[in-house]
């Protein structure tokens, strides 16, 4: 694309002072579970799940890879972004997680399937 300069918090609407430095004392010392039926993946949603074809499929079918890599790794960014002005921090991540790891299938040339 021939980007002129690197892309900073500015050109997203953001300020270095938005950011929130983590303290050591704010990391978890113990092991962190997670319950399977709380994630925000398409496949724990039920209304995932009514659909004949998922939009994330129909953009498999009509996009070419780049533009589908782009789409995932657009909305990982836009997830990870916004998860801490939400109040749904975890499942925001747990959705950025999500498209990354479409973004990873894209990338190795393997069909998304929304429902595992």
Not at 89 to 101: G, R
Request: with cysteine; net charge neutral.
């Amino acid at each position: 694309m021939g980007w002129e300069r690197p892309l900073t918090c500015e050109d997203f609407g953001m300020k270095p002072s938005d950011f929130h430095e983590i303290k050591e004392s704010e990391i978890p010392k113990h092991t962190m579970t997670f319950d399977k039926h709380a994630t925000g993946a398409a496949a724990d949603q039920k209304h995932y799940q009514k659909a004949e074809k998922e939009p994330i499929e129909v953009m498999q079918m009509y996009f070419t890879a780049q533009e589908l890599y782009g789409f995932c790794k657009g909305n990982a960014l836009k997830y990870i972004l916004r998860s801490r002005f939400k109040g749904t921090e975890l499942k925001d991540m747990e959705k950025a997680l999500q498209y990354m790891k479409w973004s990873v299938d894209v990338l190795h040339g393997v069909p998304i399937d929304p429902r595992k």
